[in-house]
Nanobody, 124 residues
Framework: QVQLVESGGDMVQAGDSLTLECAVS????????MAWFRQVRDKAREFVAG????????EIADSVRGRFTISRDNAKNAILLQMNRVQPEDTAVYYC?????????????????WGQGTQVTVSS
């Protein structure tokens, strides 16, 4: 059974950079299509970035394109989310998801496994 554990969330100021890590255990991360979503209280979970099993394809949400990048660290068996020039509207709990179909999906329901989330708070 694969397990996901997110880390790297912090309280930062607007314009700062932050790297989130999703540690994968139980299976190689390359067995899955992986993605980062974020959620603000009382709102639906929002797709942020995704990466295919081969890492050949990535997709970035319009709201963060040009500032955030997603990558796979095979040595660590982890997925990284590099967040540059963060803004207060990036404040949310960030979740890592894995799907067996190994592709990229922007739909929350397509992901079978989730981590517990990590809080990112950006002050102006």
């Amino acid at each position: 059974q694969v397990q996901l554990v997110e880390s790297g969330g912090d309280m930062v100021q607007a314009g700062d950079s932050l790297t989130l890590e999703c540690a994968v255990s139980g299976r190689p991360s390359s067995d899955y299509g992986m993605a980062w979503f974020r959620q603000v209280r009382d709102k639906a979970r929002e797709f942020v970035a995704g990466i295919s099993w081969s890492s050949l394809s990535t997709e970035i949400a319009d709201s963060v394109r040009g500032r955030f990048t997603i990558s796979r660290d095979n040595a660590k068996n982890a997925i990284l989310l590099q967040m540059n020039r963060v803004q207060p509207e990036d404040t949310a709990v960030y979740y890592c998801g894995a799907q067996n179909r190994r592709l990229i999906s922007t739909e929350e329901d397509d992901y079978e496994v989730w981590g517990q989330g990590t809080q990112v708070t950006v002050s102006s």
